[in-house]
C-alpha cells in the first residue's frame, strides 16, 4: 500500500531556531500534501494544503512566514517552522493524496518540542 | 462553516460493542471516513462512506446518513488494544482533491 515517511519523528530545538519535517511518499506520487498540528488531546487541525510546484493553501490563522511549505517535487514536501517558539511545540503531521488513489496516506508525525 | 461533533470521551469492557457517533454540517460532501488514532501514533483509516446505510470490515462498522448528516463507527467485541481515539473526517469537496475535516475525536477506553 501507499506509504508516507516522515521525519524526523521527535525533535527538539532551541527558541528563535528553525526546524525542517520532511514528508516522502515512498510508491506513489503525492500530488497534493496536507500539513496538520495536533496538540495533546485534540484533533488534527489543518494547518495548509499544497499542490506539487504550486504556492500552499493556508488555513485561515496559520502564519505563512513562519510555517513555511514547499512542495517542488510529487514525492517531497517540507514544513518549516522558522523562529520557533514554545508554543510551536505540538505534533506535526504530513498527508498525501494522489489522483486516481484511494484514501489519504499519513506520515508517522513528528513531535517538535521547542524550548 | 463546517462543524463536525463527536462525543469527547466514552468507556466500555473487553468484549462488549461500542458505538461512536458524529454528526456534520460542512459546505459539501463527498465521504466520510473514520481513523483510528493511539497517542501519539498518526491516524490509520479504519472506513470510508460515501453512500447512505452500513459497511462492515471485521469487528469494525461505520454507518452514514447524508439526509441527517450523521455517522457512526461501531466496535465489536472490543479488545484492550482498542484503547485508542476515533477520529471522524469528512471529505467537503471533490473526492481526493481536498482538505479533509476532522471531528474533534473520542477517546475511547477500554476496561478488562
Known amino acids: 500500500g501507499a506509504v508516507v515517511s516522515q521525519h524526523p519523528s521527535r525533535v527538539i530545538c532551541k527558541s528563535g531556531t528553525s526546524v525542517k519535517i520532511e514528508c516522502r511518499s515512498l510508491?506513489?506520487?503525492?500530488?497534493?500534501m496536507f500539513w496538520y498540528r495536533q496538540f495533546p488531546k485534540q484533533s488534527l487541525m489543518l494547518m495548509a494544503t499544497?499542490?506539487?510546484?504550486?504556492?500552499?493553501?493556508?488555513e485561515q490563522g496559520v502564519e505563512k512566514d513562519k510555517f513555511l511549505i514547499n512542495h517542488a517535487s510529487l514525492t517531497l514536501s517540507t514544513l518549516t517552522v522558522t523562529s520557533a517558539h514554545p508554543e510551536d511545540s505540538s505534533f506535526y503531521i504530513c498527508s498525501a493524496t494522489s489522483w486516481g488513489d484511494y484514501g489519504y496516506t499519513f506520515g508517522s508525525g513528528t513531535r517538535l518540542t521547542v524550548v | 462553516g463546517q462543524n463536525i461533533d463527536q462525543p469527547t470521551e466514552m468507556t466500555a469492557t473487553e468484549g462488549a460493542i461500542v458505538q461512536i457517533n458524529c454528526t456534520y454540517q460542512?459546505?459539501?460532501?463527498?465521504?466520510l471516513f473514520w481513523y483510528q488514532q493511539h497517542a501519539g501514533e498518526a491516524p490509520t483509516f479504519l472506513s470510508y462512506n460515501v453512500l447512505d446505510g452500513l459497511e462492515e470490515k471485521g469487528r469494525f462498522s461505520s454507518f452514514l446518513s447524508r439526509s441527517k448528516g450523521y455517522s457512526y463507527l461501531l466496535l465489536k467485541e472490543l479488545q484492550m488494544k482498542d484503547s485508542a481515539s476515533y477520529l471522524c473526517a469528512v471529505s467537503p469537496k471533490s473526492y481526493n482533491t481536498d482538505k479533509l475535516i476532522f471531528g474533534t475525536g473520542t477517546r475511547l477506553q477500554v476496561f478488562p
Open positions: 460542512t459546505s459539501g460532501f463527498n465521504g
Open positions: 510508491d506513489f506520487q503525492a500530488t497534493t
Open positions: 499544497s499542490n506539487e510546484g504550486s504556492k500552499a493553501t493556508y
